[in-house]
């Protein structure tokens, strides 16, 4: 299986599990004293947390109408939506009162 073909939310729960319960014995003389085993569990759950943030973000993303071809808004504003990121279209369009929620 290659990671890019790994659903996020499955590789969430390998990070957390190594995180947990793995104990990387003989790790310590590979890390050569740079690092920890509870720098690499922080490192885990650091990443762990990150694809969290992101999986939520894609699914925020996901149910984003398409105002960037809204033909109501004039072709400065459809412009500058287009040029967005989804975040901040979002941010944007919330603060105007423009999305449900």
């Known amino acids: 299986m290659k990671l890019k073909s790994m659903p ?3 590789f969430v729960d390998v ?5 947990d ?3 990387f014995e003989g790790l310590d003389k590979v890390l050569e004293g740079d690092h920890t085993v509870l720098d690499l569990r922080s490192a885990f759950r650091e990443l762990s947390l990150y694809l969290r943030h992101e999986i ?19 072709i400065k504003v459809r ?10 279209e979002r941010k944007l369009l919330d603060h105007f009162g423009l999305l449900d929620s």
Do not use: C, M, V, W
């Open 79 to 88: 412009e500058l939506l287009s040029i967005l990121s989804p975040g901040d």
């Open 15 to 19: 990070l957390d599990y190594l995180a």
């Open 56 to 74: 939520e973000a894609e699914k925020g993303e996901k149910s984003l109408p398409n105002f960037q071809k809204d033909e109501r808004f004039s």
């Open 21 to 23: 319960y793995e104990h």
């Open 8 to 10: 996020k939310e499955l």
